[in-house]
C-alpha cells in the first residue's frame, strides 16, 4: 500500500513563496506518476500540476502556469510543488496523489486517475 505524506504548507502573504514536498512509501516510487491538487470549501478537487515518472513530462492548470513548479527527485522518492508569487485565490488544502504509470511519458490530469492520496497540507494566503 503506498502512503503518501504532505509538508511545506502554512499562512503566507500574497507575493511570497512556497515549497511543498510529498514523500513517499510502500511502493517504486519511480513507476508512479504523480499529482498535485487542491480543494477549497464548496468546491470540487482540481488539478494544480502533475509529472510523469521520469519528470520529463508535466501539466500544469492555466491558474498557476508561470508560477507553480512540479519536480520530482525519484532517489529521495519525494515530489514536489515550488509556489511563487502567491495570490489570494491559491488558498486551498493541496493534496498530493500518485498512479502506477501506465505508459512512458504519460500524465494524468483527472482526480479519479490516481488510486492514492495523501492527507493534505493547508496552504492559506493573506492579503
Known amino acids: 500500500q503506498v502512503q503518501l505524506v504532505e509538508s511545506g504548507g502554512g499562512l503566507v502573504q500574497a507575493g511570497d513563496s512556497l515549497r511543498l514536498s510529498c514523500t513517499t512509501s510502500?511502493?517504486?516510487?519511480?513507476?508512479?506518476?504523480m499529482g498535485w491538487f487542491r480543494r477549497t470549501p464548496g468546491k470540487e478537487r482540481e488539478i494544480v500540476a502533475v509529472?510523469?515518472?521520469?519528470?520529463?513530462?508535466?501539466y500544469y492548470a492555466d491558474s498557476v502556469k508561470g508560477r507553480f513548479t512540479i519536480s520530482r527527485d525519484n532517489t529521495k522518492i519525494t515530489v514536489y510543488l515550488q509556489m511563487n508569487n502567491l495570490k489570494l485565490q491559491d488558498t486551498a488544502v493541496y493534496y498530493c496523489?500518485?498512479?502506477?504509470?501506465?505508459?512512458?511519458?504519460?500524465?494524468?490530469?483527472?482526480?479519479?486517475?490516481?488510486?492514492?492520496w495523501g492527507q493534505g497540507t493547508q496552504v492559506t494566503v493573506s492579503s
Open positions: 509529472i510523469s515518472t521520469s519528470g520529463g513530462n508535466t
Open positions: 496523489a500518485a498512479r502506477r504509470q501506465a505508459g512512458a511519458g504519460l500524465v494524468y490530469t483527472m482526480v479519479s486517475q490516481y488510486d492514492y
Open positions: 510502500g511502493g517504486t516510487f519511480s513507476t508512479y506518476a
